[in-house]
């Protein structure tokens, strides 16, 4: 099925489109604080069906519920004083939880592939927390990019991955932290994904180390690393040079870069920048003929964890 898919503004009139398509179980891409969302309304078995075709995803992975607010959450799925703790404490934020799902919260069992548990965040974009007040349900938002593709952080990211394949994107600008959020199981807490909120801050809270757990657990076993996030070219990792033929892109002071993901060695700069730098520095590297991209070694604390862990999987091995 080949659509046009509109770009909408993040107004009202904007909100107000984007909410009749999700109410009719069409597809509308929209910004959070991380990264794009692909949004489908999570209570329909055929509005995430039509997720995972437009993604190309070729497995049902559960996928993230997002509501409006801890008290939308608490309908859906079960809170030990633990979660709700956490909840009060980073949502609206990067955060997902992994909670045990309620029997009667109405959630499509593609969302949570059948699983017992269902992953939950509140967003704290205001286009994203505008368009889940205005659509009045829980939407079901992988990011919005054909699977194990670059993520998107801008609605012209959208477009180039989905054009023609959903309904509308809305357009909010680009986003402020630039990588997924960070997911977290409990009982005991496990970091299932490094994201945009920090690992140290999660433990601080806790007062407890996390144990890592899913895919964090495995990031270097051969064959457990699946290609994600991959640009065209080639990617080597903790680069500390640029070699003849590679576009290299910098972190901090160091070689003359191509292209930097922060030249002062910020990382909340370079998590906000990463995904964007990937994409010019394939589309670079298609114009120079160079076959790899390159990149400066990115300390492995606070956001770098997550930035360190997608650039694991754009330089993994592609099927
Ligand atoms: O920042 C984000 O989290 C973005 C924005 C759009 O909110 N969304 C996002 O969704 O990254 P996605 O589909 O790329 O990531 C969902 C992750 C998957 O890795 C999946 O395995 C995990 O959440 N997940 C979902 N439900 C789960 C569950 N019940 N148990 C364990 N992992 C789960
Ligand atoms: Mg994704």
Known sequence: MSLITQRLAADAPGLAA???????GDLVAFPTETVYGLGGDARSGAAVARIYEAKGRPRFNPLIAHLPSLEAAEKIAVFSDEARALARAFWPGPLTLVLPLRAEAGISDLVTAGLETVAIRVPAHPVARALLEAFGGPLA???ANPSGKVSPTTADHVLEGLSGRIAAVVDGGPCAVGVESTILSLAPPRLLRPGGLPAEALEAALGQPLEA?????KPNAPGQLTSHYAPGAAVRLAAAEKRLGEIYLGFGPGPAADLTLSASGDLVEAAAALF???R????LA???????IAVAPVPDHGLGRAINDRLRRAAAPRP
């Open 280 to 283: 010019e520095a394939d589309k």
């Open 286 to 292: 298609r114009t120079r003929g160079a076959q790899t």
């Open 213 to 217: 757990g899913g895919d964090a657990a």
């Open 276 to 278: 964007g730098a990937l």
């Open 141 to 143: 938002a992988p990011s």
């Open 18 to 24: 984007a909410a009749v398509a999700l109410r009719a």
